[in-house]
């Protein structure tokens, strides 16, 4: 028995490693978010001191910096942070999910069910504020059942999943298309925060059924981190290793559909992040422990720095959706190739 | 070896049975068409009476009536036009890549032609019906070539997952490019609406007659490809086996299909799922032989596209519906409903 | 390893709207290794599969320890029972000691950390299946037959009495194959692991099995010892083949010649003539 005790301590440090490196790349993802944050705060049209950053956010008024400071940089920066991170959990929950790092809730019709819900809300019945909010994951929560209750034979195929997904996203694409259409007195920037999303105009008192929804739902999802990892390996053997698959497929998605409805009523659809934060934190941490924190962190750096760079890097003033959507459209198809040609999965 | 001459015999008699039924359901197929073209005259937000009607055909334009007509009369050869052009290039695309779900809307194809038109105008204030359309055709075709190459890499070729996939995939894409190119210009960021989203309202002559040499190219190309197109459904191997350069037929059998979509969305903008769900109704009801499916799904097309152009008249009066937006509502439970009748493997 | 008494009990269960499992009764031995053989879309599939859970009977039902599996709590289930299904899924990038880990989730709940007993399952399951120095290769760059292994050994890790394995040598070449055989042949001496596994190839089945269960269109046709199973009889009636039942020298255990239409030895023709005519 001497000689396995040494082999178990190498098995017990493997797992530390991992653990370690997982912790540490933790780390350094939200200090790229910390900094985003800072710099976004600070330099913009003007270059603001950080320590006058500081003094406004510690409540102090100082004339003019408050203003641009408190009003238009921090609601902005907050609301990219939260919905970023609700884009990523959602979006990397239902790769891992359905096995496939292109099955994303942008695809199969989730984004597109909340974004028509609160156009219709806004434009047609003249809502605004948390009614919104509610109406989007409201109906998020409809596709989400439709889509997966028209995909039920017997089972779930992930294949007949996205399929529908993809049909029933284009449906509702039509459906906004058209309500927008339709209202002629609509400014071209709504339209163009509810076709690609957008942190234009934030105010602070939408941040708060985005945190809501993070500490709810993101709490949630982040308890079934192990089902989750099991599901990866396959439905047989994750129903063989005692997780109840269909139970547990359907809280991941009322959890990811929750985050993701409500980040959409309030930004609109950014488009990609959902799609691409699971990708990019799948190879930023390669191996090294689950992806749920790190796909969240990389989505709220996605954003955050997406809105940036279309503010004030670019010739023109572009939406977040446009940046994130065109620039993100490179690295999107080199995931296709490399996805198609090894066959993986996240 | 009677039983071989007794089987072959029966096999015969049920061939020609078989081409007689399909000669009635085209010649059923024509009838609702006409029935179809004289809706879309009569029906609109205006009524007319049948003096106005005949008038009008005849050419005159006196009164609001006949007026109003003539205005429907280029709408309808549009949407005919392009009912088939959409009807026909979905089949060819099935049949290219083996695949139920294929259909220039899905497939991207139809954005990558806006694209293509929305950053010549804004870009390089392209402004002549031809610029338009080549610009048109030349981003269907690339659009297509990237996102069949994309989808057919890796393990099991191009399944109908991963061209869909990849279609939606791209269809994002480029329509955050679209946005991305057509927002700093104020001044045509007014029609983005049409860019997204196909139509055939404010047809006339001058819009249509540009584009005929090419929709006649590429009907021409795409229904003499139908021999070709039944090896290809053999499976690229076995195609092979018997004789057929896989390559070249896939290659020119897509060429009709881009030439008829790029030219389509060129004048009406991109719609969707038309491509897709003819060719599958086409199929229940004469087969797979690409000799019959070809012109039954132009035949089917326009018809269906006439009466979605008939239908977003009529339901949104006095506005009406783009009969882009008809179709994908039409169309997109008509895809999940074959989605559900396949057998898929688990992913 | 505690013994389990594990049967399927007047079972029919199917998919959509076919029925392929009719009435199906079995009883697996504890302790030894019962192989299941059929032609294809017999239900051997369907029965492994049934019987691990990952199909609900329409009637009948499949007893642990007398206790229907279907209203046992499914982790407490994956304690006692664990399956390899025919495609695995390994998520890209992982490594092996990582994968064999994952097999503790049955003995694992949400605020569990890692015990050391944890960490000596996974060392012994790499032992077992003599893995452990693959541990921190990612699977994706294994042969065949290391990742059928490294599979095992993930089923091993979670303890479980009762190993269902579908068709767990199919597409690995025949050296891998009895690799993989000759592992779980060593486990259930060591351990006293009950196996149950779907095999192709008639004549592994027959050399590697204590007992041996053939099924046609949904139903147990023969069941026992290979010597009782494998006959010419049960051959020509499951299959469709002629044979010719001899026993294997190496293994002193019956192996199954088949006798098509040509590459005969002359002796043998007439014999089967008559036999062809006599079906004709």
Redesign the interface.
Known sequence: MTE?AP??D???N??RR?AGRHAVLLALLIAVVLALFGITLSVGQSFTPPVEVIRVLIGQDLPGTSFTVAQLRLPRAVLSILAGMCFGLGGVAFQVM???P??SP??IGITSGAGAAAVFAIVVLSMTGPMVSILAVAAGLCVAVLVYG??F??GI????L???G??????L???I??I???APAWS?QE??RW??GSVNGAQLSQALPLFLALVLFGGLLL?RT?DL??L??????A??????VATTRMLIIVCAVGMIATATAVTGPI??VA?LAGPIA?RIV??NGSLLLPSALVGAILVLAGDYVGQLLL??R?PV??V???L??PY??FL??R???????? | MTGIHETSDRRWVSAARSNRVRSLWFAGLIVVLALLLALSVTIGTRNVDWSDISAALGGMQDTIGQAAIALRIPRTVLALLAGASLGLAGAIMQGVTRNPLADPGILGVNMGASLAVVTGVAWFGMSSAHAYIWTAIAGAGCTAVFVYTIGSLGRGGATPLKLALAGAATSIALASLAIAVVLPRGDIAGGIQSWQIGGVGGATYGRIVPVMPFLAAGFAISLLSARKLNSLALGDELAAGLGERVAVARAIASLGAILLCGATTAVCGPISFLGLVVPHLCRTLIGVDYRWLLPFSAVGGAGLLLGADILGRIVARPGEIDVGIVTALIGAPFFIWIVRRQRVREL | MTTHSFAANRLSAGYDDREILQDLDLTISPGKITVIVGANACGKSTLLRTMSRLIFPRQGQVLLDGKSIHQTPSRKLARTLGLLPQSPVAPEGITVADLVSRGRHPHQSLFSRWTRQDDEAVDSALAATKTFDLAERPVDELSGGQRQRVWIAMALAQQTDILLLDEPTTFLDINHQIEVLDLLTDLNRARGTTVVMVLHDLNLAARYADYLVAMTEGRVHAFGTPEDVLTEDMVRQVFGLESRIITDPISARPIMLPIGRHRMASNETAHVTEKEEKRL
């Open positions: 396995l082999t178990v190498l098995i017990i493997s797992r991992r359905l096995r496939n292109l099955a942008d695809i028209l995909s034979r017997n195929a992930g294949t007949r996205i399929l529908v993809i049909g029933m996203s284009a449906m694409q039509s459906v298309a058209y927008l259409s339709s071209l339209a163009m076709l690609t308890s192990r990892e099991a990866q390996l396959g439905d047989d053997t129903a063989a290793l005692g997780v109840r488009a990609f799609f799948a390669r191996g010739p023109s572009y959706g446009v994130t959507g065109a993100g459209a999107l198809i296709i190739v996805v198609n040609r090894t066959g993986g999965s996240l």
